[in-house]
């Protein structure tokens, strides 16, 4: 029988070793699992940038928009409110009262020389409720009031009224000779002539004082003198 030599069973057998161990690292390789990628690992998702928000401009309201005020209300011709201020609409010039039947000249005179602080009417115009009343001083300066007839009192004025001094002579005289007031030669020119008075002015001299009355009777005007002495009417 042939003997093998021991180096060529020692090679033999570190040959066999060697196969083996390669085989078997073969093996296990194959079946070892891949690991698993982590998302945030690998990258980082960028945040979405949020759009900013441009603000809406107001629009400022349009001046032919703007509401315009309410207009104030018209004075009131209720009696029953208020005492009347003369503003409100009525006859005449302004003294929101109605016209009376009849007219107390008497009373509306007064009313101007006290408005006045005295002195003598020289001049009584109007129709209905309000009268102007014009009153000379005894230096012959005049003085105009405007007087409700319904109402019984001034509602426009005193208010001077110019004159030249020629004029304050003529107007002082012929009021320190006067002897008919102004409503008296109302009176008696209405009574000459059936009509409305709308107009009274005295004229003359201090001698003879004389007022001259425009009176009108349906519609059409008629003249009228008085005697400021005596109270003699004499219609034209």
Known sequence: MTRRHPSTVLTASIVIAIGTTALLTACSGSDAPEPTRSATATRTASPTPTPTRTPTPT??????????????????????????DGAGQGTGNGSGADAPDTVDYAAVTQQ??????????????????????????????LTQSVVSATLGR???????KDSDAATKTANAARAAGLKVDAAAAAKAATSAVSGTLTSLQLGGTRAAPTWTASVTVSGAARSVTVNGLTGAATAS
């Open 112 to 141: 101007g020389v006290a408005a006045a602080g005295g002195g003598t009417v020289v001049s009584l115009t109007g129709s209905g409720d309000n009268w102007t009343v014009v009153v000379a001083g005894p230096d012959g300066s």
């Open 154 to 160: 001034v509602t426009s004025g005193p208010f001077p």
């Open 59 to 84: 629009t400022a309201p349009s001046a032919s928009t703007t509401t315009a005020p309410a207009p104030a209300p018209a004075p009131s011709d209720d009696p029953s409110g208020s005492d009347d």
